[in-house]
């Protein structure tokens, strides 16, 4: 009977805890910190843990195309030229030096001789050679081989068949003249070549360990990179260790000796464990969030290259009107959208291409003009939205887009008397359906792959595999033809802006939203994380701030 | 007995056969496919993608292929969205984590369960009694969803005796495993006390309060053995669903199982992952009632099976 009785007293004990606790909690102040957010304990020594959002795919830099593969490879690999941590300029990667011919076509880039990779073997401009032709054969089909296309023969190549595949292969414009000189011969003169080459399409990979390893080769027993970091473990969906590379050529400039890289994909959870100490950076946030976390001193937020927007399907009236796209356009009101919905400081899209691009300033057409926008849509034949058949709205499912559809319906309804109904689909079917134009209006977004307009501007070409909309304008594919070939920079610019133009003040086969910003918090003891467009942060300028 | 088990285990090609045939097609004819992004590629890349993983060839031949490769070589195929790894690795990898978070579940929940039901059914009408089933109805009525963040609020923000989530260090462990085994503790509670009360009322047991044995001799070598038996029933069930129902305890706590893969497999349209862990939640699920209705046969002396 003792033991019972113990049993009943400790059940009873657990039982009035927790009573105990879920009152605390209820009554507890967190839910309004008004002063001071608690303290974070602080791991000391240079190690850092960092939430990177999602499990890599894998890490053969050939075969990928996320955000969280590129986090890792910053680490762990590196281009002919890395990217400057605050302005994105191109600096020396691989490549210690380059020139590039007067015509804009041939680059001759000269291999830095103290390159290494983290097996000690030197890098060289045959690696190149042989990982660019990787990258693009068939065989490896990788699903952003394009962002090579720039190269001479390169869409020849990669999208050749069998029997001509091994000619395009010897045509490709890469040579590797000798160990410490490679030569690029392009397309059309690339005004934005160099800062493709800090994309992990055209990273090297080391010949003898694919060869040897095939699909496995980059698991952490056998992985060789080039980069400050090496890859020491890969604990499929729990972490990624990196630890300082000794045979990398700058390495006097890496501090960190630890890197800690989770795939936690619940924002909630890393923001949690942000708030008690295991991790000290997060590369974004629980959006429901946002009030909170606006407070918190170690919350930043910048602009990011990405553009949200509503395709329209410009094949299925009324939607064929452009007045009607127009009006569309002109009745969201974005900038209360922006200040009231999505909080976090995403700036109104008032054209398409985000703005901080070096160079180009963009346009800026669709403000908010409900008079205009009625008018337009009377002209187009229904006053007041008189005779307007029901339309549908779809986007993936998920919070925050929904928050936005349901604003954008409201403003739709009391701006132009238009019903719009409201559907959400799991992403790979809304996937499909936005390939098939089997929709009305469809959420969109894009991020830009490198550091230029056309990335924003090329998609919308007719019949452009990112079109989706029916759309296409002839002078419009006639500009992008143009602006490609172009080497005076100051006259693609213009030629660039006249396409932005056209988009958004002829074409409109969509409803710019907002452009996305890039939301992170961090320790402020790290140092060496610069804001900047790409969200790009090379992990050998990261470093921690000792006591 | 040892026929029985026999018939039941030749039967289990057959059910594993109609299994992965339906969850083939199923997966097939969903909208989407593995490759479908948010960024397209040029028709020519994708039909090379296509070839790379058979997908180009007619349905009925890769599902032939796909049937050869897992009964010849129990060879499950490459995954498609993790590109370095066979799904054969994956769950190789993700399977004895789940059965850990499993296994502490049920140890938690049979230890937590019976003794609270016992104690309940000795001191019925009690406060104990009331208390712990009443408790024992909000545990089998609040999800794990529910219940996992709050103990995390409680015992990982607020007493941070444990981290928010994770599978690194021990104690990682304990918080996942009361959230999967609170409900099942609460039904094994609940079934333990009525088949106690069911038990203690019958002739033999009075017979031994009558030669004077002791109550706890009572309670555990002539009740406790019948009492348990609709417990045992339950268990069946209840351990695999243990084993294998983790998921959204997997995803609360970040805990790298099987039952994490199985969700995104299904989003992702990984078709060889989603057919290879329904195959193995399959193997799972038969051949754990098939142990239950054994233990049932031995606990039960009323059950023959021939």
Redesign the interface.
């Known amino acids: 009977m003792i033991t019972t009785t113990r049993a009943a007293s400790l059940a009873a004990w657990t039982l009035a805890a927790l009573t105990a606790s879920v009152i605390a909690i209820a009554s507890s102040p967190t839910q309004a910190p008004a002063g001071e957010p608690e303290p974070r304990p602080r791991r000391g020594g240079q190690e850092i843990h960092f939430n990177n959002g999602a499990e890599p795919e894998s890490l053969d830099p050939h075969k990928v195309t996320g955000v969280p593969e590129h986090r890792i490879f910053l680490g762990i690999l590196e281009g002919l030229t890395s990217p400057d941590p605050e302005t994105l300029k191109p600096l020396p990667g691989v490549a210690k030096s380059w020139e590039v011919s007067a015509d804009g076509l041939t680059y001759t880039f000269h291999i830095n001789e103290n390159a290494k990779w983290s097996n000690g073997d030197p890098v060289t401009a045959h690696d190149f050679e042989w990982s660019w032709k990787r990258s693009l054969s068939p065989e490896i089909a990788s699903q952003y081989a394009y962002m090579l296309y720039p190269v001479k023969g390169a869409e020849a190549y990669n999208t050749a068949k069998a029997a001509d595949r091994p000619a395009r292969r010897d045509e490709l414009g890469v040579k590797a003249i000798d160990d410490a000189t490679l030569v690029v011969t392009l397309e059309n003169p690339t005004a934005y070549f160099l800062s493709l080459l800090f994309h992990y399409t055209s990273f090297p990979v080391h010949r003898k360990t694919v060869e040897t390893h095939g699909d496995a080769w980059t698991r952490a027993e056998n992985f060789v990179g080039n980069g400050a970091y090496k890859l020491s473990e890969w604990n499929r969906r729990e972490n990624i260790v990196l630890t300082p590379n000794e045979h990398y050529w700058d390495a006097k400039t890496c501090k960190l000796q630890r890197i800690v890289i989770y795939p936690i994909d619940n924002h909630e959870t890393a923001y949690q464990k942000f708030l008690n100490g295991e991790l000290d950076w997060i590369s974004d946030i629980p959006a429901t969030k946002i009030d909170e976390i606006k407070r918190h001193p170690d919350f930043g937020v910048s602009a990011y290259l990405g553009s949200y927007f509503y395709r329209i399907n410009t094949t299925k009236p009324p939607l064929d009107d452009f007045n009607v796209r127009l009006a569309l356009n002109l009745a969201v009101n974005r900038k209360e959208l922006c200040e009231n919905v999505t909080k976090a400081g995403e700036i109104p899209a008032e054209g398409y291409v985000p703005p901080g691009i070096p160079g180009y300033d963009g346009v800026s057409v669709l403000s908010y003009d409900p008079v205009r926008a009625k008018k337009l849509l009377a002209d187009a034949g229904y006053p007041d939205g008189k005779g307007f058949p029901e339309i549908t709205l779809l986007y993936n499912t998920h919070e925050s887009h929904k928050k936005v559809a349901e604003v954008v319906q409201q403003m739709w309804r009391e701006t132009l008397g238009i019903k719009v109904a409201l559907e959400n689909t799991e992403w790979k079917v809304y996937l499909d359906r936005t390939d098939e134009k089997d929709y009305w209006i469809v959420r969109a977004g894009w991020i830009g792959d490198y550091l230029d307009p056309m990335t924003f501007l090329d998609m919308w070409v007719k019949d452009g595999g990112n079109n989706n909309t029916g759309w296409s304008h002839p002078r419009y594919d006639e500009l992008v033809g143009l602006a490609m070939a172009e080497t005076d920079s100051a006259k693609r610019t213009k030629l660039l802006l006249e396409l932005e133009t056209l988009l958004c003040e002829k074409g409109l086969p969509i409803v710019p939203v907002y452009y996305y910003v890039n939301k992170w918090m961090i320790s402020p003891e790290i140092q060496g994380v610069h804001p900047n467009i790409l969200d790009t942060h090379p992990w050998k300028y990261v470093y921690v701030e000792e006591e | 007995m040892l026929r029985y088990i026999l018939r039941r285990l030749l039967g289990l090609p057959v059910v594993l056969l109609i299994l992965v045939t339906i969850t083939f097609f199923l997966a097939r004819v969903?909208?989407?496919?593995p490759?479908?992004?948010?960024?397209?590629?040029?028709?020519?890349?994708k039909a090379?993608?296509e070839?790379?993983y058979h997908l180009d060839k007619p349905l009925h031949v890769q599902y032939g292929r796909y049937l050869r490769d897992v009964v010849t070589r129990g060879d499950l195929g490459?995954s498609f969205?993790?590109?370095?790894?066979t799904v054969n690795e994956?769950i190789e990898?993700?399977l004895p984590v789940s059965f850990q978070l499993g296994f502490l579940a049920a140890i938690f929940a049979v230890t937590f369960g019976v003794?609270?039901g016992?104690?309940a059914s000795?001191?019925q009408n009690s406060w104990?009694d009331y208390?712990?089933m009443s408790?024992a109805v909000l545990g089998m009525t609040i999800p794990n969803f529910v219940v996992g963040p709050?103990l995390?609020?409680?015992f990982?923000?607020?007493w941070?005796v444990f981290?928010?989530?994770?599978?690194?260090e021990l104690k990682d462990m304990v918080l996942p495993a009361i959230t999967l085994g609170l409900p099942f503790a609460a039904r094994i509670a609940r079934l333990t006390r009525a088949g106690m009360l069911e038990i203690v009322g019958q002739d033999f047991i009075r017979t031994a309060r009558a030669k004077g044995l002791a109550?706890?001799v009572v309670i555990v070598r002539h009740a406790l053995k019948g009492g348990l038996l609709p417990v045992v029933s339950f268990l069946g069930p209840g351990l695999s669903y243990m084993m294998v129902g983790s998921l959204v305890v997997e995803?609360?706590f970040?805990i790298?199982g099987l039952g994490?893969e199985f969700i995104e497999s299904a989003?992702?349209?990984d078709y060889t992952l989603v057919n290879g862990t329904v195959l193995v939640y399959g193997v799972i699920l038969v051949v754990m009632n098939l142990i239950v209705d054994v233990v049932y046969g031995y606990l039960d002396p009323r059950i023959r099976y021939d």
């Open positions: 969903a909208p989407g496919g490759f479908s992004a948010d960024k397209n590629v040029p028709p020519e890349i090379n993608i070839a790379k490459p969205k993790h590109k370095d790894q994956i990898r993700g003794s609270a016992v104690i000795i001191r104990f208390g712990s408790v709050i995390v609020l409680l990982a923000r607020y941070k981290n928010v989530a994770g599978w690194e109550e706890r995803r609360i970040r790298p994490q989003l992702n349209r």
